[in-house]
C-alpha cells in the first residue's frame, strides 16, 4: 500500500542482506523519463500498469534483490504469482488512520490527487486488503521504526530456506 515506506524499509533491508534494491516506481519514471503522476496524467493509469507490469517481471526473477512494487503491482495476478515463485513476500501493514495522516501530508500520490484522502484511502485499503492478505508474511507496522521492522522482516526471512 501507499505511503506504509516500502522503500524506506527495502534500502535498510537490502543493506543488510548486501542485495540490490530495487523500487519499480523509481525505475518506471527513469525509464518514461517522468514522474509516476504525469504518467498518469499524461497517459493514463493502464499505460502506467502495463509498464508497472512489464518492468515487475523482469526485476522479479532477479537474485539477490530487495524489490519494492508499487502499491498497486501485487493486485495484478500475473506479478503476484511471480513474487510467490520467485521471492519471500511481506505486505507492510499499517493501520489505517495511521496512513491516512501519513497521505495527508503528499501530493505525489496520483490516486489521491484531488480527492477526499480519507475516504480515498479507506476505499483503496479495503479493496486490497485481501489480495496484500496472500504476502508469504504481514508485518504490522504502525508506530513501529524503520529498524524494528526490518529485523521483523529478516527474522522471518532466515527462517525461509532463502533459496530467492
Keep these: 500500500m501507499m505511503g506504509v515506506g516500502k ?4 534500502k535498510s533491508l537490502a543493506d543488510k542482506l548486501s542485495f ?5 516506481d523509481k525505475l518506471i519514471e527513469k525509464k518514461e523519463g517522468s514522474s509516476i503522476n504525469l504518467i498518469f496524467k499524461n497517459k493514463s493509469e ?3 500498469r502495463r509498464i508497472e507490469s512489464i518492468i515487475s517481471l523482469q526485476e522479479i ?3 539477490s534483490s530487495v ?4 502499491g498497486g503491482a501485487f493486485l495484478n495476478k500475473s506479478i503476484r504469482r511471480a513474487v510467490k515463485s520467485y521471492s519471500v513476500s511481506f505486505w507492510l ?7 491516512i495522516n501519513r497521505l495527508n501530508r503528499t501530493k505525489k500520490r496520483p490516486l489521491l490527487y484531488n480527492k477526499n484522502i480519507k475516504e480515498t484511502v479507506k476505499k483503496i485499503y479495503l479493496e486490497r486488503k ?6 508469504d508474511f504481514r508485518i504490522k ?4 521504526k524503520p529498524e524494528l521492522i526490518v529485523n521483523k522482516i529478516l527474522k522471518l526471512y532466515e527462517k525461509t530456506d532463502n533459496k530467492f
Design 7 to 10: 522503500s524506506t524499509i527495502g
Design 20 to 24: 540490490k534494491f530495487i523500487d519499480i
Design 46 to 48: 493502464s499505460y502506467f
Design 61 to 63: 526473477k532477479k537474485n
Design 67 to 70: 524489490i519494492s512494487l508499487g
Design 93 to 99: 501493514d499499517v493501520d489505517l488512520n495511521e496512513l
Design 130 to 135: 485481501k489480495t496484500y492478505s496472500e504476502a
Design 141 to 144: 507496522c504502525s508506530f513501529l
